[in-house]
């Protein structure tokens, strides 16, 4: 338990330092290693990350329009409910862990553990400014993108299945999901995007820098670590999201009211 | 065991040594059985003799400018005990470290660790630094155009200890501590090597250059 509380206390630190030192990004080497990072994190995962949108949206829909037997303007609310407050930026953070949040900290753990970390202290530079600060910023950047296209894609992905299985038109699903539609929803999520970014990179930066040892096993344990918390952290974020913009978490389960 | 260019066994060498003119000045306490270094500014000097403990010891007192208890630490004619942090921040920016093998980043080519620091502290000064990185290549035996491009895992030792010698030279340091410049190396990659004093003092004019050598431990 202590050292849970250790870990926490110490990505709060982390944080703190990055929003400390966020100028240090137009060092011409800090840069670069945002942009390397944007690419890596958001560039390169597109494609990926539009497939998983379509297939989530259309078997959402699929489901809703079986299960419920929906109509239109039924099927629209649950897409927007579920795919562009929820479903969206919980997917593009869970790839954003998987992928990305697993690279940073197996590469900070070894540059830890093969003494480069210990090289740019020698050449005068924290490590939390060329490795933290850039990768918190690109994460949060990036999940936020990521998000939008999750939405974009499995929103017009269900709406185009709706139009085929259901007796309405795309047209008219058009017509609801603006009706229905608040600016609101989507820019709550992609704020909440943005801080589930940031939280990733930083436990996992956290945890790369920390390796629970100095051989090289410690490496998978480190990256074990930064998965589980950082999917946990996720998951309470957007609880405590859920509960703040609109009053209640869990699909209502938890109300602002109790 | 010797240290050069300083003698050791006197009993309390610090009542007696000025710190002026002493570009390293490392002193253990007498208890600890351990070699004194003492180094006049200017010029290459030696430190052989060391033990690998007291070398971890003195590169880490020297770069993160905080002796251990009870040793004293001279650098670049500055008593280094009772500074306040802005004193040491200053002292640290006038020294430089060459890990044995060079101390570079894996996933940077060789280029792009050369610049790293230049381009953290001193952005300014990255537009003119090419020339001075392949002349100071080509004056070591490398072939520029060759050696930039590649990554660390792809060089040799001598190519490695190079490249980050280079990025040490650009920052212009007045105390440089090299370790090991010569092992692992061959003959004509040690001959080039023996180069590094002569080429840092004739950029850095005034600078002390310090060979970090350690005793073989039988």
């Known amino acids: 338990m202590i050292g849970v509380y250790r870990e926490f206390e110490g990505c709060m630190r982390l944080a703190g330092y990055v929003l400390s030192r966020l100028p240090v990004l137009a060092r011409p080497p800090v840069a670069e290693a945002l942009t390397r990072q944007i690419y890596f994190t958001g560039a390169s995962a597109t494609v990926g990350m539009v497939l998983r949108g379509a297939f989530i949206g259309t078997l959402i829909i699929a489901y809703v329009i079986d299960v419920l037997e929906a109509n239109a303007a039924l099927a629209v609310k649950i897409l927007i409910w579920v795919v562009l407050r929820e479903i969206g930026p919980l997917i593009a953070a869970v790839l954003v862990i998987q992928r990305s949040g697993t690279a940073v900290v197996t590469e900070l753990a070894l540059m830890q553990i093969s003494g480069e970390v210990t090289s740019l202290r020698q050449m005068r530079i924290d490590p939390r400014d060329y490795l933290v600060v850039p990768r918190v910023v690109a994460f949060a950047l990036s999940t936020a993108a990521l998000t939008f296209y999750v939405q974009v894609i499995a929103v017009g992905g269900g709406m185009l299945l709706s139009s085929l299985t259901i007796d309405a038109s795309l047209g008219e699903l058009t017509g609801e999901f603006f009706a229905l539609a608040s600016p609101v929803d989507l820019v709550y999520a992609v704020i909440k995007s943005f801080f589930f970014g940031a939280a990733i990179a930083l436990v996992c930066c956290y945890h790369g820098l920390h390796p629970p040892g100095t051989s090289i096993n410690a490496v998978p344990k480190a990256a074990i670590n930064a998965v589980t918390q950082s999917t946990l952290l996720v998951m309470l974020l957007n609880v405590v999201f859920a509960y703040l913009v609109f009053g209640q978490a869990f699909f209502g389960l938890v109300t602002a009211k109790l | ?218």
């Open chain 2, 1 to 218: 065991m010797k240290v050069e260019p300083a003698a050791r066994g006197e009993a309390d060498p610090r009542s007696r040594a000025s710190a002026q003119g002493v570009a390293l000045g490392y002193e253990p306490p007498a208890d600890l059985g351990e070699s004194r270094v003492w180094i006049s500014i200017g010029g290459s000097h030696r430190a052989a003799g060391l033990s690998d403990s007291q070398r971890k010891k003195l590169v880490s007192a020297v770069l993160e400018v905080r002796p251990e208890s009870n040793t004293r630490l001279v650098l670049l004619g500055v008593e280094v005990d009772g500074l306040r942090s802005e004193g040491r921040a200053s002292l640290r920016d006038r020294v430089a470290f060459l890990p044995v093998d060079g101390g570079l980043l894996s996933n940077l080519n060789a280029w792009e660790n050369i610049v790293l620091p230049l381009g953290f502290h001193h952005p300014e000064r990255l537009g003119e630094v090419a020339a001075a990185v392949n002349s100071l290549l080509r004056g070591l035996g490398a072939d520029p155009h060759v050696l930039l491009e590649k990554l660390p895992e792809r060089m040799s030792l001598y190519e490695k200890k190079l490249t980050g010698y280079v990025r040490i030279v650009l920052e212009r340091p007045e105390l440089l501590l090299a370790e090991e410049t010569q092992r692992g190396l061959d003959s004509a990659e040690r001959a080039a090597a023996s180069r590094f004093p002569a080429a840092y003092l004739e950029n850095c004019p005034g600078g002390t250059f310090v060979h970090l050598e350690v005793a073989l431990e039988r």
